[in-house]
């Protein structure tokens, strides 16, 4: 493998690689766009923690930022989905 690809990899399940992060990626899934508020509410996590987390994974590539007035909404990247799917293979 080119050792970008290989990077980009890393990258990837570095972001992944917590269970907050994980649970965010799964709620992101099923909800689709959600604020950080909902996702600090329905997973019963800091709000400030869920921010921390959700820029590790938007650098991660896993997920993305649309701005909608002042609101935020987090979608899941190809790469999030792919990491999602991953995850129900390994439950």
């Not at 970008?4 to 992944?16: H, P, W």
């Not at 701005?67 to 909404?73: F, H, K, L, N």
Request: charged share 25%; hydrophobic share 45%.
């Amino acid at each position: 493998m080119k050792k970008k690809i290989v990077e980009r990899i890393e990258r990837v399940f570095k972001g992944a690689a917590n269970h907050n992060r994980v649970e965010i990626l799964d709620y992101i899934a099923t909800a689709n766009d959600t604020t950080l508020w909902q996702i600090s509410q329905e997973l019963e996590i800091d709000f400030r923690l869920v921010s921390h987390h959700t820029e590790i994974l938007e650098s991660a590539g896993l997920i993305e930022k649309q701005y909608v007035g002042r609101s935020v909404m987090h979608f899941l990247t190809p790469y999030g989905k792919a990491v999602v799917d991953f995850f129900k293979i390994l439950s």
